[in-house]
Nanobody, 117 residues
Framework: QVQLVESGGGLVQPGGSLRLSCAPS????????MGWYRQAPGKERELVAT???????NYADSVKGRFIISRDNAKSTVFLQMNSLKPEDTAVYYC???????????WGQGTQVTVSS
């Protein structure tokens, strides 16, 4: 069982930046495609970005050019650097891990990001 521990959410003004972190438990980080999803009030959860073990990334169109997902394999941690934040980025952000070997999906507890002046 993999547990995901998230940190880094908070309140930021429009145009500001935040960095989210997520550290899975266990020793299978190399087998995990890591990602961030978000869910705004009244909306469905949506993909933000993913990164595979080789560093290949995928982004939602709404965050391209503003957000950067990365992973530190030595520290078994994934990051989401969020720049030029907009009010519409306000949501609960969830860390996700997909085990490529057995296709098991894991979710973090979520961290609130609020963009407001």
């Amino acid at each position: 069982q993999v547990q995901l521990v998230e940190s880094g959410g908070g309140l930021v003004q429009p145009g500001g930046s935040l960095r989210l972190s997520c550290a899975p438990s266990g020793k299978i980080f190399a087998l995990l495609i890591m990602g961030w999803y978000r869910q705004a009030p009244g909306k469905e959860r949506e993909l933000v970005a993913t990164v595979n073990s080789g560093g290949g990334t995928n982004y939602a169109d709404s965050v391209k050019g503003r957000f950067i997902i990365s992973r530190d394999n030595a520290k078994s941690t994934v990051f989401l650097q969020m720049n030029s934040l907009k009010p519409e980025d306000t949501a609960v952000y969830y860390c996700n891990a997909l085990n490529v070997r057995d296709r098991t999906n894991y979710w973090g507890q979520g961290t609130q990001v609020t963009v407001s002046s």
